[in-house]
């Protein structure tokens, strides 16, 4: 809980903003809040982080050098992070020594599985139906329970779809329990929900409570990678005020200061269930940057510093395509000839994060696709060979 002067604390451009990890998403904040007048520093393991290129200092060392994140919390007025995975120690020891004004609480909430769908439960939001699992036994008595398939998940470290085991047989659970078993963390076996679609709402909120959402966008996954955000989701009106009523509602429940990613799954029957929460800017809001009113980093820096925050209105559909490894130079190549041919249905926004190896499956950039409406974006994305399996 934030305490009562906290509230009111707002920090204003000229301060200092500290960020944990030097990634993406840390750059993308930096780039918007120092034109918001707002001074970076970083701290990421990896000289010449994608953070630190336009950060005014970065500081290289790992996330739980103590010493580090103490040289961190003295260079910056406020301290936020681009990962999740904070140690605890060091959110404890930066929570003492500067000011986080996202507190230790939600980044507790969110890297477990478990303690992350109580919280969503705990303000009135669905989840998969789910159970912890502590044994091989258990695990086959829930399966049969659940029925096939049902998911079994790791509560700490998975991403991407890392982490997790779809159980298509009773005859697999020994192994899939043996296998992820091995993470040493809990484990949780959830329903399988055959979702229609996938999509995700990012909400903001301020130290004084204040709370917006961003218009929830449609996500499409290749390789358990976002590849596509779609924006407007092309799914009824009243499920998307809905998606974004859940994730204001989650915000509020959950207390949060800063961004919210709200992660869900859509079914064909129009109900909602929540999968994840990611307390930070999220890949699926990258969309906001040229599409919105206000972009999420942006927001985030306005949330933080307990700023007004800034409208969140689509200005244009859009549709975000990541860009990978092995997607970058054909796409530079594919967008330098398609500028050769008049398209003014199309205006391609192209962002790339710095990062020097171009390895298959890592995320060098995006693009985000302004265009009439979503159909020509994605047929511009779909008339190249380049994003085909
Ligand atoms: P996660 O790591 O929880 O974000 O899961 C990665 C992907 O796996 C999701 O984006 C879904 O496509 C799929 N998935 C995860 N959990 C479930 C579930 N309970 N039912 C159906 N698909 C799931």
Redesign the pocket.
Same mark, same amino acid.
């Given at each position: 809980m934030l305490s009562e002067a906290n509230v009111n604390k707002t920090i204003l451009p000229g301060a200092t903003i500290g960020v944990l990890g030097g990634g993406q998403l840390g750059r993308m904040l930096a780039q918007a809040g120092s034109c918001m007048g707002y001074r970076f520093v970083t701290l990421d393991p990896t000289p010449d982080a994608p953070c630190g290129q336009v950060a005014a200092k970065q500081i290289v060392a790992a996330y739980h050098d103590a010493d580090a994140a103490r040289e961190l919390a003295n260079l910056a007025d406020v301290i936020t992070y681009e990962f999740e995975n904070v140690d605890a120690g060091v959110a404890e020891m930066l929570m003492k020594e500067s000011y986080v004004p996202q507190g230790s609480q939600l980044l507790y909430t969110t890297q477990h599985r478990l303690r992350e769908k109580r919280a969503i439960e705990a303000a009135g939001v669905r989840v998969?139906p789910y159970e912890q699992i502590e044994s091989a036994g258990q695990l086959r008595a829930a399966v049969e329970r659940f029925g096939t398939p049902c998911?079994l998940?790791t509560a700490t470290g998975?991403?991407?779809?890392k982490g997790?085991w779809v159980i298509r047989s009773i005859e697999e659970t020994d192994e899939a329990f043996a296998t992820l078993s091995q993470a040493k963390t809990e484990l949780v076996l959830?329903?399988?929900?055959h979702?229609d679609k *996938?999509i995700s709402v990012i909400a903001a909120r301020s130290p004084k409570g204040e709370v917006k959402a961003f218009p929830a966008a449609e996500n499409v996954?290749v390789n358990?990678i976002l590849h596509l955000s779609i924006v407007p989701a092309r799914v009824p009106a009243d499920v998307l005020a809905k998606a974004e009523q859940l994730a204001v509602q989650i915000a509020e429940g959950l207390g949060v200061v800063g961004l919210i990613a709200v992660?869900m799954?859509l079914t064909k029957e129009g109900e909602l269930f929540v999968? *994840?929460l990611a307390p930070r800017p999220h890949n699926s809001g990258h969309y906001t940057m040229e599409a919105c009113q206000t972009s999420q980093f942006e927001q985030h820096v306005r949330a933080i510093c307990n700023l007004p925050l800034g409208p969140t209105a689509l200005m244009t559909p859009v549709v975000m395509v990541n860009l990978l490894g092995e997607h970058v130079d054909p796409a530079v190549q594919y967008i330098a000839q398609e500028q050769q041919k008049d398209h003014p249905d199309v205006t391609v926004k192209l962002h790339l994060y710095g990062k020097q190896e171009a390895k298959k499956g890592r995320k060098m950039g995006h693009l985000n696709l302004l265009a009439g409406n979503v159909e020509k974006a994605l047929a511009w994305v779909e008339q190249s060979d380049i994003w085909k399996q």
């Amino acid at each position: 809980m934030l305490s009562e002067a906290n509230v009111n604390k707002t920090i204003l451009p000229g301060a200092t903003i500290g960020v944990l990890g030097g990634g993406q998403l840390g750059r993308m904040l930096a780039q918007a809040g120092s034109c918001m007048g707002y001074r970076f520093v970083t701290l990421d393991p990896t000289p010449d982080a994608p953070c630190g290129q336009v950060a005014a200092k970065q500081i290289v060392a790992a996330y739980h050098d103590a010493d580090a994140a103490r040289e961190l919390a003295n260079l910056a007025d406020v301290i936020t992070y681009e990962f999740e995975n904070v140690d605890a120690g060091v959110a404890e020891m930066l929570m003492k020594e500067s000011y986080v004004p996202q507190g230790s609480q939600l980044l507790y909430t969110t890297q477990h599985r478990l303690r992350e769908k109580r919280a969503i439960e705990a303000a009135g939001v669905r989840v998969a139906p789910y159970e912890q699992i502590e044994s091989a036994g258990q695990l086959r008595a829930a399966v049969e329970r659940f029925g096939t398939p049902c998911v079994l998940k790791t509560a700490t470290g998975g991403y991407d779809g890392k982490g997790q085991w779809v159980i298509r047989s009773i005859e697999e659970t020994d192994e899939a329990f043996a296998t992820l078993s091995q993470a040493k963390t809990e484990l949780v076996l959830e329903q399988f929900i055959h979702f229609d679609k *996938e999509i995700s709402v990012i909400a903001a909120r301020s130290p004084k409570g204040e709370v917006k959402a961003f218009p929830a966008a449609e996500n499409v996954h290749v390789n358990n990678i976002l590849h596509l955000s779609i924006v407007p989701a092309r799914v009824p009106a009243d499920v998307l005020a809905k998606a974004e009523q859940l994730a204001v509602q989650i915000a509020e429940g959950l207390g949060v200061v800063g961004l919210i990613a709200v992660e869900m799954f859509l079914t064909k029957e129009g109900e909602l269930f929540v999968n *994840e929460l990611a307390p930070r800017p999220h890949n699926s809001g990258h969309y906001t940057m040229e599409a919105c009113q206000t972009s999420q980093f942006e927001q985030h820096v306005r949330a933080i510093c307990n700023l007004p925050l800034g409208p969140t209105a689509l200005m244009t559909p859009v549709v975000m395509v990541n860009l990978l490894g092995e997607h970058v130079d054909p796409a530079v190549q594919y967008i330098a000839q398609e500028q050769q041919k008049d398209h003014p249905d199309v205006t391609v926004k192209l962002h790339l994060y710095g990062k020097q190896e171009a390895k298959k499956g890592r995320k060098m950039g995006h693009l985000n696709l302004l265009a009439g409406n979503v159909e020509k974006a994605l047929a511009w994305v779909e008339q190249s060979d380049i994003w085909k399996q």
